[in-house]
């Protein structure tokens, strides 16, 4: 699941341990909240707007929308 994370968010699995505490990539728990730390390339920057954290129990569509 975290080498599927690291490739979308251009980043690595060590960077998502460290950023989670997390001693192994085997023990995440369900329901657990994982930050992910993003790389965006500098030409990719021109795409980056906003940061937007999802809220439990927010619509998804009201959320893709912004």
């Known amino acids: 699941m975290l080498s599927v994370l690291a490739i979308n968010a251009n980043t690595s699995i060590e960077q998502i341990m460290q950023m989670n505490n997390l001693s ?3 023990l995440i728990k369900y329901g657990e909240t994982l ?3 993003y790389v ?3 030409e990719d920057l021109k795409y980056a707007t906003a940061a937007v954290y999802y809220q439990t ?3 998804l569509n ?3 929308q912004k």
Request: overall charge negative; aromatic content about 14%.
């Open 62 to 64: 009201a959320f893709a």
């Open 24 to 26: 192994s990539p085997d």
């Open 57 to 59: 129990g927010t619509d």
């Open 35 to 37: 930050y992910i730390p």
């Open 40 to 42: 965006i390339e500098g």
